[in-house]
């Protein structure tokens, strides 16, 4: 379907199966690795503080590296440790040869400076590609560790669309977790790539300039189905805790789900479509990034299809 037909209903982008078949593909090189070094490829987690949802990720990272084979180590700190004993032990990780990936669960309690701790990574390690290194190799359109949310977001792109050279795109939202990587990986895929945001004016017109839509501001509902280029392909970052009426709490997106799957081509459910992506995408990168550190040459493109 060519984004200007108008469907009556949109396809699902199913982002669980296709993490499902790059989890299961990083298995097999995992495997590969480890007969190569004699030892598994490993990924360092660093949780500060105490907060639910970290806890959450945190557990569902460790237990899914090491059912790709890979070895998991965790740091849990207290949400009163310093900025020094951080940094000591990210440094201590840095110098750990069983220790291919580095990832500090985001946000850290107020008191620690963020891009100090995360600019402490050695960027071959940097699998959240946060680093000033890794950003900039990005904007120069050079190979590097690539943020794993966006990425997660293109890989669902092409998978739908195939080549997206030409392509209109809009991005809501300037993060640099999510938006200003999401708009540079597409300018790398030849789109072009209007970046969207809070203070835009008339976003909703913006909006509907795009054949790809990428939703990462925060905000349950906002992209309204009128809003949307009819045949869009539509992919949802957000994920938003709302009550309902009987009290009970749900995840929603940024867009409004049923009135924009009546307008769009594809788009992707809240839950199941861009969050399994975003640990699937981690464990590629600690693998990627755990073959480029062993100088074995390594094809990405296999990983990704």
């Known amino acids: 379907m060519t984004p200007?037909?108008?469907?009556?209903?949109?396809?699902?982008?199913?982002?669980?199966?296709?993490?499902?078949?790059?989890?299961?593909?990083?298995?097999q090189a995992a495997a590969a690795f480890a007969r190569a070094m004699g030892r598994p490829a490993g990924l360092a987690v660093v949780l500060v503080g105490d907060d639910p949802a970290s806890q959450v990720y945190v557990g569902a990272k460790a237990r899914q590296t090491r059912e790709c084979g890979m070895a998991s180590f965790e740091?849990?700190?207290?949400?009163?440790?310093?900025?020094?004993?951080?940094?000591?032990?990210?440094a201590r990780l840095n110098a750990e040869p069983a220790v291919d990936g580095i990832l500090v669960q985001l946000p850290l309690p107020g008191h620690l400076d963020q891009h100090a701790v995360v600019a402490a990574i050695d960027p071959a390690k940097d699998v959240d590609g946060l680093t000033p290194l890794n950003t900039g190799w990005l904007a120069l359109g050079l190979a590097g560790l690539v943020p794993c949310t966006p990425l997660g977001c293109l890989l669902l792109l092409?998978?739908?669309?195939?080549?997206?050279?030409?392509?209109?795109?809009?991005?809501?939202?300037?993060?640099?977790?999510?938006g200003k990587?999401?708009?540079?990986?597409?300018?790398?895929?030849?789109?072009t790539v209007t970046l969207a945001h809070s203070r835009t004016r008339?976003?909703?017109?913006?909006?509907?300039?795009?054949e790809i839509v990428v939703a990462a501001v925060g905000r349950a509902g906002l992209v309204k189905g009128d809003w949307l280029r009819p045949g869009a392909c539509v992919i949802d970052v957000g994920i938003n805790r709302v009550a309902d009426e009987g009290g009970k709490t749900r995840l929603v997106g940024d867009v409004e789900y049923a009135s924009a799957a009546q307008i769009a081509g594809a788009i992707t459910p809240v839950p199941g479509g861009v969050g399994p992506m975003t640990i699937a995408c981690?464990?590629?990168?600690?693998?990627?990034?755990?073959?480029?550190?062993?100088?074995?040459?390594?094809?990405?493109h296999a990983l990704d299809r």
């Open 4 to 27: 200007t037909e108008a469907p009556t209903r949109a396809a699902v982008i199913d982002g669980k199966a296709f993490a499902a078949g790059l989890r299961a593909r990083v298995g």
């Open 75 to 90: 740091h849990r700190l207290p949400a009163t440790v310093s900025q020094a004993e951080v940094v000591a032990l990210i």
């Open 158 to 178: 092409k998978d739908r669309l195939g080549d997206l050279s030409g392509r209109a795109a809009v991005v809501i939202g300037r993060s640099i977790l999510v």
């Open 181 to 191: 990587p999401m708009a540079q990986l597409l300018l790398a895929e030849n789109c």
């Open 202 to 210: 008339d976003l909703a017109e913006v909006v509907r300039g795009g």
């Open 282 to 300: 981690l464990l590629r990168n600690a693998l990627v990034a755990a073959y480029a550190r062993a100088g074995i040459a390594f094809d990405t």
